[in-house]
């Protein structure tokens, strides 16, 4: 029969006993060493703070239990052991028996003598525990389980001192643990908060593709009306803004994980500028800016992506045209100073850059001070795009207007280094290729699970000449293909049942001359690769770039 709880615990003796001396020295390296933990996973401060007791307080084993399952009976693994014992890392006991509920319950240390007397399940332990400090470990405002130290030999005799150097570290060591746990918090929370924003952007492209479909059709149906055309205009203004607003979204969110890729490559920044500005055009028209734009008239090259390099010139425009006054005048120009090219957005509207944001947080996008007129998630994407390209920005200030406008600085590429390459748009096989030319794609098989997106697609691609069928889902499309003997068929990815990729390895099989064409709601590199791997020519992203769509069906 075990003995009694009581007849364990010596608690009291601890105050009794003559306290041994400890060398500060090694109480300040031990501190400073779980301090330093902080750089490593979480999992590594407890195995530390276990090494660190055994040498502090002169114990045979020593180690840490969590308490599993909190809200009941629970269980205690040992997460952490040194010394004797450490071949029993990970083994669990069970809550109601466990020395370790003792002090999560209590909340206060004990000393444990011969604990194996009451506590049946330490009796398998070798070598035996003669003597068990147990002490609470605070996580933040919880107990999250013990921290213990053991003398083997019963020659230790734990005291007052060690009851305070285990106390100490035990709260040095689970400071660092709530803060890891903050941390992977953090880190989760910014996990869900990017993958919210890849289905956001995904789930916006089906009606933003049929708002767009259908605004080019009733813009060429009411081409002779001139109220029923700028009304179609104002439309195709916004819905491009909505579009680029939730590429930016994405773009900022890869930024704050660090998942941005970059096409790094010797570019030419004066054509990276005109192929921004260009972007541009439509927010500048919709603001009534007017825009002067000086190039240098040769190639002033720098290392970086011509894509990423080109939003950032729009982006800045953008946002330069959104708060300059009606009327108004935004000058771009590019010129060499030094070892770098500087790219400089001035406009004649005082405070177009400020409340800009200064720190690294893509999202921090509210101006303090002018809530009513926020410099957006374009401007702040733009900075982190300028220093991923190892580049800085800087408001600009005149005398006529401060705080006008900005200045980018980005490093000049090697002199020394030829030719440049710039990749705009994935390119079909030479076999798709030499096709391309032969016939107008006559008969045009849209395949998508969006009825809204299909048929708003059909009837522009009616209008342009084109025969056209609709399929509702992968199933339907695949025997309509098999009827219909399309030219060309577009097919959305994100399907149910067959997704695009499937289909479209099918259509391969049965037809080498088919064209194929995936509109998608996904826009990331790993995404047109896959497509092409899966035998598409080309693959657009909804809303589709409909002059490009255009050209690849003629």
Known sequence: MPASLDSVLATDQLGTRPAHALDPSSERAAVEALVAEMARPSRHVLQRLSEILVGLCGAGSAGVSLLEEPDGPGRFRWHALTG??????????????????????????????HPARHFEYLRELQPPIVEALVAPLPVGDRIVGAVWVIDHAGQRGFDAEDLRVVTRCAAIAGAVYAAHETIDALRDAGRRKDEFLAVLSHEMRNPLAAISNSTRYLARATASVPDQRQACAVIERQLAHVVRLSEDLIDASRVGQGSLELRMERTDLVAATRAGHEAAMPALAEHDREIAVSLPDQPLFVTGDP???????????????RRTRAGGLVSLTLREEGDAAVLQLV??????????????????????????????????????????????????????????????????????????????????????????????????????????????????????????????GAVAGLRLEWEFEPHAVILDIEMPGKNGYEVAAELRVRRRDLLLVALSGHAREEDRARSLAAGFDYHLTKPANVELLQHILS
């Open 307 to 321: 894509a990423r390099l080109a939003q950032i010139v729009t982006n800045l425009l953008t946002s330069a045209a």
């Open 347 to 472: 406009s004649d509207t005082p405070g177009v850059a400020a409340g800009w944001p200064t720190g690294v947080d893509p999202f921090a996008a509210v101006a303090p001070g002018r809530p009513d007129e926020p410099p957006g998630i374009g401007l702040a994407l733009a900075r982190s795009l300028v220093e991923l390209h190892g580049g800085r920005i800087v408001s600009v200030q005149t005398e006529l207007a401060p705080q006008s406008g900005f200045a980018v600085q980005l490093p000049l590429a090697d002199r020394a280094a030829t030719g440049t390459r710039m990749t705009v748009a994935p390119k079909p096989s030479r076999a798709r290729a030499e096709l391309d030319g032969v016939r107008r794609r006559e008969r045009v098989l849209v395949v998508d699970d969006s009825v809204d997106s299909g048929d708003s697609l059909a009837r522009l691609l009616s209008s342009w000449g084109h025969d056209v069928r609709t399929a509702q």
């Open 84 to 113: 004797a014992l450490r071949e029993q890392l990970w083994g669990v006991m069970p809550g109601h028996v466990s020395a370790s509920r003792i002090v999560v319950e209590r909340a206060v240390p004990q000393l444990y003598i």
